[in-house]
């Protein structure tokens, strides 16, 4: 894939490049976006309304079979071009990655990833006491509409997913990495913003503050986002297409 002169001069010129990635990035892996999860047995449910507190608190099997789903899935599939890409580049410049995906694709293609701004899919804790639950769940690779969660070895209560409910507070590291990353930017500095739609807060305001710091914004995306206007270079494509030519 070509890209714009302006957008390689850019990257190439970077002492720092700080990547922004969303669900677009490992849709190309098979892992629905966030705003497409509906696939199946919760397409009549929005998707900001599984992943709350209340809706755990209400019903925990039917949503914890959400997410042993969406962990199946994560375990059946691979990193793609993109993640490989991103990987790639780290070994030869100053690469920090920070991410909304609650799956672990980059750290598969050999990412390190300083923020997981929505914590992970993989890491299962209770929901009463948090004890960390390292036991090895129970999942379904078909779609069940209920199953119930494992239970705390500590103190008998549910485990749930180890991700960033609506409502619930971001992990102060990850915010703290990711500020800092950020605040460390200087004029010449890349943002790459890729695979994210820009709603979500407030990892939906971290590209404006790349931007403040003087940072080059490039958004990698098949289409216009709410994040869009305030990038320098908008590349309409894919994570597995626009990345490796980024980096080659
Ligand atoms: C919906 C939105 C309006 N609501 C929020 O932002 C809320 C409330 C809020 C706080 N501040 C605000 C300010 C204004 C308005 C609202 C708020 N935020 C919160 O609740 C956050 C917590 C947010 C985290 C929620 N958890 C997730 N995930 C984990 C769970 C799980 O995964 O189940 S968010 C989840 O959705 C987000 C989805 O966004 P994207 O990743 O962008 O994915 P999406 O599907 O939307 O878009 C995909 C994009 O990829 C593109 N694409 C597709 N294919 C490709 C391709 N192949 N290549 C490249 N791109 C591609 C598409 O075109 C598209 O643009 C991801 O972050 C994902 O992690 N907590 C919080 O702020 O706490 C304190 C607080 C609390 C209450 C009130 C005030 C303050």
């Not at 209340?54 to 793609?80: G, I, K, Q, S, T």
């Not at 598969?108 to 990833?113: D, F, K, M, P, Y």
């Not at 908008?234 to 297409?241: K, L, P």
Request: aromatic fraction near 6%; proline fraction near 8%; hydrophobic fraction near 45%.
């Amino acid at each position: 894939m070509d890209l714009p002169g302006p957008v390689v001069a850019a990257v190439r010129g970077a002492r720092r490049i700080l990547v922004l990635t969303g669900a677009g990035m490992s849709a190309e892996s098979g892992v629905p976006t966030f705003r497409d999860a509906q696939s199946g047995l919760w397409e009549n449910f929005d998707p900001s309304q599984l992943a709350t507190p209340d809706a755990w608190a209400d019903d925990p099997p039917f949503v914890w079979a959400w997410y042993a789903w969406r962990l199946h899935l994560v375990r059946d599939v691979a990193p793609n071009a993109g993640h490989r890409a991103l990987a790639e580049l780290a070994t030869h410049r100053d690469v920090t990655i920070v991410t909304q995906n609650v799956d672990d694709l980059h750290e598969r293609a050999g990412s390190e990833v300083a923020a997981h701004l929505h914590g992970s899919l993989t890491e299962l804790r209770c929901a009463d006491c948090h004890e960390p639950y390292d036991g090895e769940p129970t999942l379904s690779p078909e779609p069940v509409k209920r199953l119930d969660p494992e239970t705390c070895a500590a103190c008998g209560g549910d485990v749930r997913p180890g991700v960033v409910w609506f409502g619930e507070m971001l992990p102060e590291a990850a915010v703290a990495t990711t500020e800092a990353a950020i605040e460390a930017l200087e004029p010449g500095d890349v943002c790459l913003v890729v695979g994210t739609s820009g709603i979500v807060f407030p990892a939906a305001g971290y590209p404006a503050m790349a931007l403040a710091e003087g940072a080059t914004v490039i958004e990698v995306n098949p289409v216009d986002t709410d994040i869009t206007d305030m990038c320098h270079h908008a590349i309409r494509g894919t994570a597995a297409n626009v990345l490796p030519a980024l980096v080659s």
